[in-house]
């Protein structure tokens, strides 16, 4: 029997029972536009928390002295760049490099009259186009001068758990480059809010210069960050800037630690796609049961008309993608119109994001389209869908003639 027969028995076959049907292809739409917005979700996430990481602290490229380590913060000169503003002035005169300028960091304290809290200490050059997400971040006071030798930022959160006002003084206390413990009066010229809580409850900003009186590390910086014009370009960057006793290290290797564990964190995911796949697999497949069970009269007749086994398997299968073709189509379209909203309305987090105070989550999670996700999990479910039917399709063709045929 010709291929176009079989489909035009399959489509009749799902017209006698247009509720069934429709169901079916229901479930295998919702299964997969449910996991096409949770891909959705994760990619935007963690496209958002890297980008946030990128955009307020890494950049593409930073330079370091080869011994420093970030974990420890040092403000020993030897685990310092000796010539900052030398290496600034070299990456900016890149072609690929958008913008580059030196950071100080310093671990410390922020003592009120009733409460220490420790933070890190930014000390950079506020003139600096790199620091401008802070700036548009202000929701009260002003952002310093450059020649501001007393004035610092916090975030909006921080302050607000401190019970502080911009004017208020505060004193932060150091551990300075000769190790020795020291402590100054500052007083807050504002505060930013950048929706980034690693950031809002935990950092404070201050003149490069005066930070690195501060900590007594002379016109020493802890690396030069840049922003490309082309993330792309990092490597090539990182190669043409790297030299004896500065490392350059890419956004990539920055950001290491965030990206590996993500990784392992995705794989529970990849069980939950899974167990909705099955699900609609298993649906599916009763789907198709029924159906047999239904016409087993009919596929005697089919059979004793000479209607040979793999052509009875065939039909059936032809209805399982049918209802698998129509459900990944219409699964795409609820899915996308799910990403779509998500992408422009995003998911608060709550306190979530200070609870992971290591990445870069903001306080809203917005979506983001992945087109490549998006088309395996389609082929996923279709396959997937088509595997299910081959038991069904399989009983089918085992049925004899003649047992059929008495079957009623």
Not at 225 to 240: G, R, S, W
Not at 346 to 369: C, N, P, Q, R
């Amino acid at each position: 029997m010709a291929l176009g027969k079989l489909w035009t028995i399959a489509w009749r076959d799902l017209g006698r029972n247009k509720r069934r049907s429709l169901f079916s292809i229901l479930a295998v739409a919702l299964g997969l536009a449910l996991l096409i917005v949770l891909n959705g979700f994760i990619a935007g996430m963690v496209e958002g928390a890297l980008q946030n990481s990128i955009r307020l602290e890494t950049g593409h490229v930073q330079l370091r002295a080869a011994s420093y380590e970030e974990e420890k913060t040092s403000l020993q000169w030897k685990d310092l760049l000796d010539n900052p503003q030398g290496l600034t002035e070299q990456a900016n005169a890149m072609d690929e490099v958008k913008i580059a300028a030196p950071v100080l960091w310093a671990s410390g304290y922020l003592n009120t009259r009733d409460e220490a809290v420790g933070i890190r200490i930014f000390g950079v050059d506020t003139t600096s186009g790199l620091y401008q997400p802070f700036r548009e971040a202000m929701v009260e006071g002003e952002f310093l001068d450059a020649d501001d030798r007393s004035g610092i930022l916090i975030g909006k959160r921080l302050a607000d758990s401190l019970e502080l006002g911009v004017g208020d003084t505060v004193n932060l206390a150091v551990i300075n480059s000769d190790g020795q413990p020291d402590e100054s009066p500052f007083t807050i010229r504002g505060f930013y809010s950048t929706g980034v809580f690693s950031y809002d409850d935990s950092a404070a900003f201050m003149p490069l210069s005066k930070a690195q009186a501060f900590t007594n590390t002379g016109g020493r910086a802890s690396a030069v960050t840049m922003l490309l014009n082309e993330q792309e370009n990092a490597e090539a960057v990182a190669a043409a800037l790297q030299s004896p006793g500065v490392s350059a290290l890419t956004w990539r290797k920055l950001n290491e630690v965030f990206l590996v564990t993500l990784d392992a964190a995705l794989s529970f995911y990849v069980i939950i796609y899974g167990i909705v796949i099955l699900i609609v697999a298993v649906i599916i497949a009763n789907t198709l049961l029924m159906a047999v069970f239904e016409r087993i009269r009919e596929v005697g007749i089919l059979a004793a008309l000479g209607m040979k086994g793999r052509q009875i398997s065939l039909m059936f299968l032809i209805e399982a993608a049918i209802l698998g073709v129509a459900g990944v189509l219409l699964g795409n379209i609820l899915g996308s119109a799910g990403v779509a909203y998500l992408a422009s309305s995003g998911i608060s987090t709550g306190e979530t994001g200070a609870v992971a105070a290591d990445i870069a989550i903001g306080a809203t999670m917005y979506a983001k389209f992945d087109p490549g996700g998006m088309f395996s999990l389609s082929a996923w479910t279709l396959i997937i869908t088509l595997l299910a039917a081959l038991y069904p399709a399989w009983y089918a063709s085992r049925l004899e003639p003649v047992e059929a045929l008495h079957s009623f």
